[in-house]
């Protein structure tokens, strides 16, 4: 994941362009991808997709014949989809035009302006402190014109048409933790799914922010009703605990997994509630698509001090970080696809496992979680728990509870009623 990370760092992605082909490109050559091109001027709901954003270079000569702000420096130095500029001016004419964090004067902030036509540059809110009066020569060499919007989109087909989605984010230049996290993250989880047998079948998108979650909607009508659980996974590779956040409701299954995920397996792990702002979760839980899909990042959006300046560079991605990320994804998709109401054949007490073997079968260092595990499922298997509430309940690990289900199928003490297997 790091590698990977590494790879798609310096590529320049924006909302559009070359740069997110690339990164597709890339991600490509890990796993098959469908890409999606989605043309300039196409209604996706209240929004149009923009033109097509293209940088060849920009930078600013001072005064003193010094290059400053270069993006062949680095990319966040030019605010995204700046349009064409090649003139001298005043330090006091080009003031308006200088962004920087005066909060972390040594970062390059990372801006864009999408929707308003703009031009600007981002440098340390130190550097411009220290720029002189005098003529500045000013060079943007882009192009705003007709083109498309890219997305990616890998399948992965299941026993069931039943759908679980993934989506990330892809549209931030040479910014580690917050996009390329959650683009690794995912690619990762696709090997895995593609490496096992799923009920439900899987679609992970790769797409810009907000647009790119309305245009993917937009393109992909037929596939809403088949959508079951989702999860915007992005944010994932930093060093703090992992962040769920609920769906609208909070009441869809992959929120009562995912909390009990955080609370039974993810130490200093925090849930939030839905709110009205973040990332595309609240696209895909508008009003109309109504889809219950959460969020998993690790700090919330502004929440590490790094977030949105040239700061969350590679050095913030740490490799466990990501490994948990993933662990949590596929933990996850094991309850969503195991989930179901289970029944005891064997009610009246606690049945003699010792007598069919099981009993002896628990060794090693989890035994004591697995002999629970199984106390657990006989004792909410009765019609009213499915698996997701005895994870919940239980404060157990998932794989605990799924192990102590195979053992006693295996013994004839729990049976899957043939009306609730779907
Ligand atoms: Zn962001």
Request: glycine fraction near 10%.
């Amino acid at each position: 994941m790091i590698a990977l990370a590494r790879d798609l760092f310096p590529l320049n992605r924006s909302l559009t362009g070359e740069g997110v082909r690339a990164t597709l490109r890339r991600i490509a050559r890990e796993i098959p991808l469908d890409v999606i091109e989605v043309p300039t001027g196409t209604r996706v709901f209240d929004w149009e997709i923009p033109r097509e954003w293209s940088l060849r270079q920009a930078y600013i000569v001072t005064p003193d014949g010094r290059r400053i702000a270069d993006a062949a420096v680095h990319n966040l130095h030019v605010m995204g989809y700046s349009g064409p500029v090649r003139a001298r001016m005043t330090l006091g004419e080009l003031r308006p035009h200088l962004h920087g964090d005066p909060a972390r004067p040594t970062v390059i902030p990372y801006r864009t302006s999408y929707y308003a036509d703009n031009w600007g540059f981002c440098l340390p809110q130190a550097e411009i402190d220290t720029l002189a009066d005098g003529q500045y020569e000013v060079v943007i060499d882009a192009n705003l014109a007709p083109g498309s919007m890219t997305l990616g989109e890998i399948f992965v087909p299941g026993e069931t048409d039943a759908e679980t989605l993934f989506y990330t984010h892809t549209c931030h230049p040479s910014l580690a933790n917050d996009n390329l996290s959650g683009m690794a993250v995912c690619v990762e989880l696709a090997r895995w799914l593609r490496a096992r047998r799923n009920r439900f079948s899987y679609r992970l998108v790769f797409g810009p922010g907000t647009i790119g979650s309305l245009a993917w909607l937009a393109m992909r009508r037929d596939v809403w009703p088949r959508i079951r659980h989702g999860l915007v996974v992005v944010l994932a590779g930093n060093r703090a605990p992992l962040t769920y956040k609920a769906t609208r409701t909070g009441q869809a299954d992959i929120d009562r997994i995912a909390r009990a995920y955080i609370a039974n397996e993810e130490p200093g792990g925090t849930v939030i509630p839905f709110s009205a702002w973040g990332y595309d979760e609240r696209q895909f839980g508008s009003p109309g698509f109504a889809l219950p899909v959460g969020r998993l990042t690790r700090s919330a959006e502004e929440g590490y001090p790094e977030y949105h300046s040239s700061a969350d560079d590679l050095s913030i991605l740490d490799a466990d970080a990501l490994s948990g990320s993933l662990r949590a994804c596929q933990t996850i998709v094991a309850a969503l696809e195991s989930n179901a109401h289970y029944r005891n054949t064997s009610p009246y007490g606690e049945p003699q496992l010792g007598r069919r073997g099981i009993y002896r079968s628990i060794g090693g260092p989890a035994s004591g979680n697995l002999q629970k595990a199984m106390l657990w499922v006989l004792s909410l298997s009765d019609g009213t728990e499915d698996l997701a509430g005895i994870y919940a309940r239980s404060g157990l690990p998932f794989a605990d509870i799924e192990r102590a289900v195979g053992l006693l199928t295996g013994a004839g003490l729990l049976e899957l009623p043939a009306d609730v297997s779907a």
